[in-house]
């Protein structure tokens, strides 16, 4: 009850000091109360009860403050509205069902205020707080059939007359944006005011600010129009199919789209009608040439869209650029209902502006090919040459929204949009916004199909490759004038006299700074188009100078992306058995505290299990290993049990060989103290026993001779008895120790007169007749060996 009684007190104080402070002053602390209404949340959106005290003192406290409000919203100052205004909208956003449900009341005061004469920031306030009790309100059927069906026509019709009005842009965009919210969620309220409503957006949607029309001729149309309040009106007018008959939307949206595609031919027959067009149609009729050629540009009659008339090649091409962000808008905003998009009908709208290009200035140039119409002045032609890099940035847009929106509906038309792009760019490379829309555009269709794209196609992109390396890097222009001299003049041919010369340009040189040094868009598009470049393009279809090029530009400025790109997709190496230069370590070197470039360097991460049912193989397979290698060592010591143990062979040959006291024996050495070497018995002339030995061998095995390996495959594990009972070896009469020469890794056989006894040392271990390894120069490398037990660690 602690933290309800806090929030009592605080709405008690809050309704005070409401009450008690001018209506005058109440703007100014209208902020601080807004403010404090969250300490009340709970409070303002709990159910009210008469049973206990706590609750009537609650529910008291809550209608004081709600009268308080409702109070403010009838007050004759503008103040006084002002604050009820603001206070109820924070009332609304914390107060939660309870008060939405109370807010009838408030809802007939704020469309009141619509109709009174008060201030537009009032009217802003106002809409913006209807708005979102009808928005809030579609989540409660029963609180949409009492407060937001009553009163959302009222609340149409009056924003209507505000926007026909000489409203202000900030008041007129925000009745915009309102309706794009609120018609989706009431298309039956909407489509009653369709009629009012179109018009309205009509004259917006595409403004030409620019057209040699009186005002009486362009039927009222506001002249100038802010982008933010065109953008809202488009984001408007494509939702107007909503309000189509329950099943009717899809399809009248599919016609208004179409529509709008024809509204843009219709426009750029009249603005290319300069030139003559090579492009065909595939999906249009060709138009019959029915306007004059002889005045100016215009059309003043009504088009497909009602659309205001204009006149001028300024005002053709800003209706035009205004149609094209209209199809930018169908094609990339959501849709109540599933809608065709025919894809043919807009790439063929595309593909016919991007056709015509700005001839080069030489007449040798491939891409000068348009073709001229004498009808139409110079004038106008040269005007239609600096509109027209605007109209290509409009139409990349729209490419770049299909690809967006439509995915990998549109793979099959990328290697011929990139063909018009590199088209384009080619002609109008100066144009920093053109650079900009084809450095978005490439970068969209590479991260897709990049890697499937063509050699030839690849190619084509070396001139903007080397052009987007140079937007990251530019080069200083130096002012100087580069003067020859009279005689380097004279050297050169050239006896045209000498202009004049800015004298100051001797005094130093000056560096000028890059024209598009301030245009952001560049620079952004040029670096994301970087990595790009060089993840999604195989590496094999670069040149040397040109991936240099590219990894240069990425290590000085620094791009962490494009690096890690390059060292990702490295480029083929010219030489056999030699990789490519890498700029791994440039790369490690500047970006040392990232995670993601150390994780690159230094992998630790384990072998990641996908799936429980891979584990659960893994362990039956780890089980079925385990059970065959017990098999395996259990088959291997009945064996070695049943087969005679060639020491003890040894030991009866030696016993009957002879009576010499001699022992030969080898002991550990100092360097390799677990190793046990083995002692080599010679005969000078092929004893007796030698052949005794070979004969009692298992056929198919070697023969035990001295060139025996030291290292036997397996090893036979001895008895704790065993290990402890030391054999004796009374020498063979016939047997001699032959001298041995000093080698490096062989100790010399001495003969004394030693006798084994339990306190010798260890008793050498011999391996298994007839196993097999790698003879070793070096005992050092002898390792103890165990009979019986493999000693690796992977086989334990």
Not at 20 to 44: E, F, K, N, Y
Not at 212 to 230: I, K, N
Not at 332 to 338: F, L, Q
Not at 497 to 507: I, R
Request: charged share 20%.
């Amino acid at each position: 009850m602690a933290p309800m009684a806090t929030e009592l007190a605080t709405l008690r104080a809050l309704s005070f000091r409401i009450s008690s402070t001018a209506t005058a002053q109440l703007p100014q602390h209208v902020p601080a109360i807004a403010a404090s209404l969250s300490s009340c949340r709970a409070l303002l959106s709990s159910t009210q009860t008469s049973n206990a005290k706590s609750s009537s003192e609650a529910s008291v406290a809550v209608h004081k403050y709600r009268t308080l409000l409702s109070t403010l919203l009838q007050d004759r100052t503008i103040q006084g509205r002002w604050s009820a205004i603001v206070l109820i909208k924070a009332t609304i956003e914390i107060g939660g069902w309870e008060t939405l449900q109370k807010s009838l009341p408030w809802v007939r005061g704020l469309l009141g205020i619509l109709t009174k004469p008060d201030p537009p920031t009032s009217k802003k306030l106002c809409i913006i707080t209807l708005t979102r009790i009808f928005m809030l309100t579609r989540e409660y059927p029963t609180l949409v059939r009492e407060i937001t069906t009553p009163s959302l026509p009222t609340f149409v019709q009056s924003s209507l007359q505000i926007a026909s009005s000489k409203a202000s842009t900030s008041l007129l965009l925000l009745v915009l944006e309102s309706f794009s919210e609120l018609l989706p969620r009431h298309p039956t309220i909407f489509r009653s005011y369709l009629k009012q409503l179109r018009p309205l957006l009509c004259r917006l949607v595409a403004p030409t600010p620019s057209t040699g029309l009186s005002r009486d001729q362009s039927q009222d149309a506001p002249t100038a129009v802010a982008t933010e309040v065109s953008n809202a009106a488009r984001r408007l007018l494509i939702q107007l199919p909503c309000c189509a008959p329950k099943g009717a939307s899809s399809e009248e949206w599919e016609n208004a789209l179409r529509t709008t595609v024809s509204g843009v031919h219709r426009v750029a027959d009249r603005v290319f009608r300069a030139v003559l067009e090579d492009w065909q149609s595939t999906v249009r009729e060709a138009p019959a040439n029915g306007h004059n050629l002889n005045g100016e540009v215009q059309d003043l009659e009504d088009d497909y869209l009602s659309l205001p008339p204009w006149s001028g090649i300024f005002a053709g091409s800003e209706r035009l650029i205004g149609l094209l962000q209209l199809v930018k808008e169908y094609v990339e905003s959501p849709t109540a209902n599933t809608v065709a998009i025919k894809v043919g009908v807009i790439m063929d709208l595309v593909t016919r502006l991007l056709s015509l290009t700005i001839p080069a200035s030489g007449s040798k140039s491939f891409q000068n090919t348009a073709r001229i119409n004498n009808q139409v002045s110079k004038e106008e032609r040269d005007n239609l040459w600096l509109v027209l890099p605007d109209v290509h940035v409009a139409a990349i847009e729209l490419l770049l929204a299909m690809v967006y929106r439509l995915q990998a509906s549109t793979l099959a038309v990328d290697a011929l949009v990139l063909d018009q792009l590199v088209w384009v760019f080619g002609s109008e490379k100066e144009n920093a916004q053109v650079r900009t829309a084809c450095y978005l555009a490439i970068a969209s269709l590479l991260k897709r199909s990049g890697v499937n794209m063509p050699k030839s196609s690849i190619d084509s992109l070396v001139p903007l490759i080397r052009a987007c390396c140079e937007e990251l890097l530019p080069s200083e222009v130096s002012s100087n004038v580069v003067k020859d001299t009279p005689g380097q003049a004279k050297s050169k041919g050239n006896s045209q006299p000498q202009g004049t010369a800015n004298a100051d340009s001797f005094l130093g040189s000056k560096s000028v700074s890059d024209p598009t040094a301030s245009f952001a868009g560049l620079k952004d598009a040029a670096y994301e188009l970087l990595p790009v470049l060089l993840s999604d393009i195989r590496a094999q279809y670069f040149s040397d100078s040109l991936r240099a090029r590219l990894d240069r530009t990425a290590v000085l400025v620094q791009h962490k992306n494009a690096m890690l790109a390059s060292v990702l997709n490295p480029p083929p190496s010219k030489r056999f058995g030699k990789p490519a230069a890498s700029i791994l370590p440039l790369m490690a070197r500047s970006f040392q505290a990232d995670q993601d470039i150390e994780g690159m360097l230094r992998p630790r991460m384990p072998v990641i299990r996908l799936g429980g049912h891979d584990t659960e193989l893994e362990d039956d397979n780890e089980e079925e290993e385990e059970a065959e290698a017990e098999e395996e060592e259990t088959a291997d010591n009945d064996e070695q049990e049943g087969e005679s143990f060639v020491g003890q062979e040894l030991d009866a040959m030696l016993k009957t060989a002879g009576q010499a006291d001699v022992v030969v024996r080898d002991f550990a050495m100092k360097d390799a103290p677990t190793t046990n070497d083995e002692a080599t018995v010679s005969s000078a002339s092929g004893s007796a026993g030698a052949e005794d030995i070979a004969q009692t061998e298992t056929p198919g095995k070697r023969p035990h001779t001295g060139e025996v390996p030291l290292s036997p495959a397996k090893r036979v594990r001895f008895g704790e008895a065993e290990y402890a009972a030391v054999p004796t070896m009374p020498p063979s009469a016939t047997a001699t120790v032959p001298p041995v020469n000093a080698t490096k890794n062989t100790e010399s056989a001495a003969t004394s007169d030693f006798t084994v006894s339990a306190t010798a040392s260890a008793v050498p271990e011999l391996p298994e007749p007839g196993e097999d390894g790698t003879d070793s120069d070096d005992d050092d490398d002898v390792v103890p060996l165990v009979f019986g037990q493999d000693t690796d660690d992977e086989s334990e």
